[in-house]
């Protein structure tokens, strides 16, 4: 098997490309201009040319080492079909770590009453802000059940909540004490839920999925998290409905975002003034925190494992 890296293009930092060169030598690279004599088994790119696909006729597996793939990836492998997409999944931990902490940090009013904490007041502790709720023994609703909603799913059961998840099919069932329901039972769930969290993937197929009719079955109180994409939300919906009252939110992901670490001043993340309701927490598009040193080792174990894997099945 020959492997071939696309290099340069910020699929893996220098140091951890070296490390895999290593760990399974002959591997060539390239700054995404094919090769002459391409005959490569393994693509490793983020987003590969369709001339790089194109290039072997023995192409048979494209490794992406993010989470989730654009979607101009996948159209483009509509015209490989015999080519296999694998991703690594190094993130679904932290990402899940977050959007609980978010629900905890939502549900409690945690921020209100830091913020009065540090001015000596102890409102909060006799007054609690509106809302702030219990979860253990109420409804939770996870939209999304693939690595990072299956981790989010069994840490709600785990405080005490009876979860029930959707998935992207028509799916039913039980997964030990979690209930699988088809995406058709979203309002009856959503209207019964305390707790609700997006964590499925962004798609044309996803956007707009949580829209005006299921933010407006929200009850009160209750908390949406958001840890998959904004354009699964609808914006102006969310906003009506949070600076309405008895609803709070968690968002790790928003509508407009800082894309550089050299440019992460002055960007307005949304049209809507979320920063001025005191029932959200806003974090800057950090559940998968790609910045720790710890997460890009596990993306590179990860790599290093499906390098194997199909080293193993020659």
Request: net charge negative; glycine share 8%.
């Amino acid at each position: 098997m020959e492997h071939f890296w696309v290099h340069g293009v910020g699929v893996l930092e220098d140091e951890a490309t070296e490390r895999l060169t290593k760990r399974h030598p002959g591997w060539r690279f390239t700054d995404g201009t094919p090769p002459a004599d391409a005959a490569y088994d393994v693509l490793v790119a983020r987003s590969p040319t369709r001339e790089l696909v194109a290039a072997s006729p023995h192409l048979r597996t494209l490794i992406v080492p993010f989470a989730g793939v654009r979607q101009e990836v996948r159209d483009l492998l509509k015209e490989f079909p015999a080519v296999r997409l694998r991703t690594v999944h190094h993130n679904a931990g932290p990402t899940a770590e977050l959007a609980v902490a978010l629900v905890l940090a939502a549900a409690r009013a945690i921020i209100p009453a830091d913020q009065g904490m540090r001015s000596g007041d102890w409102t909060a502790r006799y007054v609690p802000p509106n809302p702030t709720m219990i979860l253990g023994g109420h409804p939770a609703l996870v939209i999304g059940y693939g690595e990072v909603g299956r981790r989010i799913a069994r840490a709600l059961h785990g405080l005490g909540m009876a979860v029930q998840v959707v998935r992207s099919t028509e799916q039913t069932g039980t997964d030990g004490d979690i209930r699988i329901h088809p995406r058709s039972e979203l309002p009856e769930l959503v209207s019964r839920s305390r707790v609700v969290v997006l964590a499925i993937p962004g798609s044309p197929a996803t956007d707009g999925l949580f829209g005006a009719d299921l933010i407006a079955r929200l009850p009160e109180p209750s908390v949406l998290v958001n840890v998959a994409r904004a354009t699964v939300v609808d914006e102006r919906a969310l906003y009506e409905r949070l600076r309405a009252g008895g609803v709070a939110a968690g968002l790790d992901v928003w509508w407009e975002e800082a894309r550089a670490a050299d440019a992460v001043t002055g960007v307005t993340a949304s049209t809507y003034p979320f920063h001025e309701l005191p029932n959200v927490v806003l974090s800057p598009h950090r559940g998968g925190a790609f910045s720790l040193r710890e997460v890009r080792d596990l993306r590179l174990e990860h790599v290093d494992a499906i390098l194997t894997e199909l080293a193993q099945a020659e």
